[in-house]
């Protein structure tokens, strides 16, 4: 029972800024699996690849037919040829998936804590678990009976019913728990009748269960590193494991102990692929090699490729005469089983076996930590039956260094094939494709000499830009508005914004959420983004946003957010609450799912009731004396976005007492009547301002403020960097 005196978890708003349509997998794909679904008269090829991605995203590949004719088939630029789409629901890694091939169904674990379920057929969401409180590293399925099990960094296991699950609320539904784990669970299997249940984690040992009555059935030790990989046989006589400490082992489940060990790597192995009659094991993993071991005989294994990434997946493709194969790499290929024309199978095992006569004297002089000899040495003198592969889908780039410039709206970004970019935040869309050009040199280039608060932050997990904004944070840009870069903005009213605030964090909210009834039911702008001066307002704030009717084009502050960039509700740091898209906010459905997830302060300061807060800065106003301290420190208050020109006028008209027309107006005379005051913004003539300007010189760390904009933040954070109060002198030309 949920505790109510707990304290209420801060919550934060998410956007990806994306391409439409992201054919190609980013960064690395953790699994990958093969549907053959060819018609019998072979006249048309239905055979699916599914890939899991690190970029959040599953996508499927069809018509993945080896053409030597024409090696060209598979280029980028063809991929309308094989792509077929894209499963976007999930806002992490994608760690696991499973395709059930008889009812069209997609299992997916994910490290935003859920498992979904989808139908293949159409491309759509059935159902969303969210029994697990973290990362889901790993699924089984047992086909016979139709229970799906689940586990991950909670260290508990789920099962589930999955025709159960797809018929009613996942609130709803029923799960059978295993929570006697005390490790992480990396590993997962079960065998097609649910009978017995295995789990591996870095206890170094794998786990049996009876998952139909939750009972511990028997411990199997040997491993000395986790467990990455476990598979069943059918009748779940037998299991296979694959640990970080390089070795594969076979276990008999009746004898409770291992038969074979098979030391072929050189480190970790990640991934296995047993054929249909268990007597054929395919591992890969850390040192990027793909070994065939024939289980009837685990001396004689043979490698078949080599990749230049890590190995994260391995599966069998048609006819299982070849091997479809992922990396930490975003291109995933088939490699052909078969070796080539100069090479036969028996050759390479005997080959194997001389190189292991051979070696015999170095393995025993190379002992393993866990006092057993090393045979991997010998393998390592094989050659590969393949070096190129028959597919080779290409992947495309991901953003690995990004740099907020100091106006914190746009930021520059570099990608694993070092192009660079420029992304405006406001507007949720990259600006500018630079190419390889120098990421240190464009980012010096299009700094500003400006000083504005961190209102996001940035996440590179997914290999594209993540822009989180957070609960504490999201309204901390107040600006001045000719301190905002006007090039993407469109004024539709003469109205003078001279002297307006702005905030970025209500301007984006506005833009974001301007199509959603619940949160905008007028469609009406809110103006929570701007604050005039009480010269220009009088009374009720004025509307400079306006609407151009004709073009249904947003107006002045409210900017066009892509209709396909995802918006991600998640508690800060943790689990996710919603994912929608832009395109989505106007749905019907979509309303009565926010109606229960939106934070607090999303829907209040849309509808105006959050009051805008601006940051004070203390500051020290003096006469400049040549070569001599100031002892006599007048101590001031006023909003960081006080500007210099306003700061002149100040000295001007209330200080040095210059302006004629304010000398009837004051009745104290002495320097104290300013002190601890703030300097006033409104009722300020044009005139005065001028004369402020060619009069009144200050100076801050010994160089002189000449720009008339900046205001008091950009001098403390740019040019005083001291701690302490900021330190203004003064002086006339």
Request: contains cysteine.
């Amino acid at each position: 029972m949920e505790n109510k005196n707990q304290p209420k978890k801060k919550t934060q708003l998410s956007i990806i800024i994306r391409d439409p349509i992201e054919k190609f997998n980013r960064s690395g794909i953790n699994c990958l699996k093969f549907e053959k679904k060819s018609s019998r008269s072979d006249q048309v090829n239905l055979d699916r690849l599914y890939t899991a991605g690190r970029d959040s995203t599953i996508r499927v590949y069809s018509n993945l037919v080896p053409n030597t004719n024409d090696p060209s088939k598979y280029q980028a630029d063809n991929v309308d040829q094989y792509y077929q789409m894209s499963l976007s629901h999930h806002t992490d890694w994608v760690n696991d998936i499973i395709v059930c091939k008889n009812s069209n169904r997609l299992f997916s674990a994910s490290s935003d804590t859920t498992v979904k379920i989808w139908n293949t057929t159409k491309g759509s969401l059935l159902t969303t678990l969210r029994n697990h409180k973290d990362y889901v590293k790993c699924l089984a399925y047992a086909k016979d009976k139709q229970i799906l099990a689940s586990a991950g960094f909670d260290k508990n296991i789920y099962l589930c019913d999955v025709n159960k699950a797809v018929s009613i609320s996942s609130t709803d539904l029923d799960t059978n728990t295993i929570s006697d784990n005390k490790y992480s669970i990396y590993s997962l299997a079960i065998n097609n009748q649910a009978t017995v249940l295995a789990s591996g984690s870095p206890e170094n040992c794998i786990r049996l269960w009876d998952p139909r009555t939750n009972s511990k059935l028997m411990k199997l030790r040997g491993h000395g590193h986790n467990i990455r990989y476990i598979a069943l046989n059918r009748d779940a006589t037998q299991c296979l494991s694959a640990s970080s400490d390089h070795t594969i082992r076979l276990w008999s489940l009746g004898q409770q102990r291992c038969i074979s060990t098979i030391e072929i790597h050189t480190e970790g192995v990640w991934t296995l692929c047993v054929n249909e009659a268990f007597n054929k094991v395919y591992s890969g993993g850390k040192d990027c090699r793909i070994y065939a071991t024939d289980l009837r005989n685990s001396d004689e294994s043979v490698l078949v490729c080599e990749e230049p990434s890590p190995i994260l997946s391995i599966d069998l493709g048609s006819e299982e005469e070849s091997l479809w194969v992922s990396t930490t790499c975003s291109t995933f290929k088939n490699w052909n089983l078969k070796p080539n024309e100069n090479l036969s199978w028996s050759h390479l095992k005997n080959s194997a076996k001389i190189n292991d006569v051979n070696l015999k004297s170095f393995n025993e002089n190379n002992v393993s930590q866990s006092g057993t000899s090393s045979m991997s040495s010998s393998f390592l003198m094989q050659n590969p039956i393949n070096t190129n592969p028959l597919i080779n889908i290409p992947g495309t780039s991901c953003i690995k260094h990004y740099h907020i410039l100091n106006d914190k709206r746009y930021v520059i970004t570099k990608d694993s094939d070092e192009n660079v970019c420029v992304w405006d935040v406001l507007q949720a869309r990259r600006l500018e494709f630079l190419g390889k050009e120098n990421f240190e040199n464009t980012i010096k280039l299009r700094q500003r000499f400006i000083s504005v608060p961190n209102w996001f932050s940035v996440d590179l997990k997914l290999g594209v830009l993540t822009i989180n904004f957070d609960e504490s944070d999201w309204q901390s840009a107040w600006i001045n508005f000719k301190d905002m870069d006007s090039n993407h903005v469109r004024q539709t009213q003469n109205i003078d914004l001279s002297d307006a605030k702005i905030n970025y964090g209500h301007i984006f909210l506005e833009s974001l959420f301007k199509t959603c009834p619940l949160l905008n039911p007028n469609q009406l702008q809110t103006c929570g983004n701007v604050i005039m001066n009480s010269q220009q307002t009088n009374s009720a704030p004025h509307s400079i946003i306006s609407k151009d009717v004709e073009r249904d084009q947003p107006g002045l502050l409210r900017f066009n957010i892509p209709d396909h960039t995802p918006i991600i509700l998640s508690e800060t740091g943790g689990r996710t609450l919603h994912r929608l898209e832009v395109k989505d906010l106007s749905k019907e459905s979509e309303q009565q799912i926010l109606s229960k997830v939106i934070p607090t302060w999303i829907s209040e300061a849309l509808s105006g009731k959050i009051a805008p807060k601006f940051n004070r800065i203390n500051f020290v106003l003096n006469p400049f004396i040549q070569n001599q301290k100031v002892v006599n420190k007048e101590r001031l208050s006023s909003i960081d976005l006080l500007q210099v020109k306003k700061l002149k006028e100040h000295v001007y008209s209330k200080i040095l007492k210059l302006d004629q027309t304010s000398e009837n107006n004051q009745n104290d005379s002495n320097n104290n009547n300013y002190k601890n005051s703030e300097p006033d913004e409104s009722n300020v003539s044009n005139d005065s301002l001028q004369q402020a300007n060619r009069i009144i010189e200050l100076i801050c760390s010994d160089q002189v403020l000449s720009d008339p904009e900046m205001n008091l933040r950009t001098i403390k954070h740019l040019i005083w960097k001291g701690t302490g109060d900021l330190t203004i002198l003064y002086r006339q030309k």
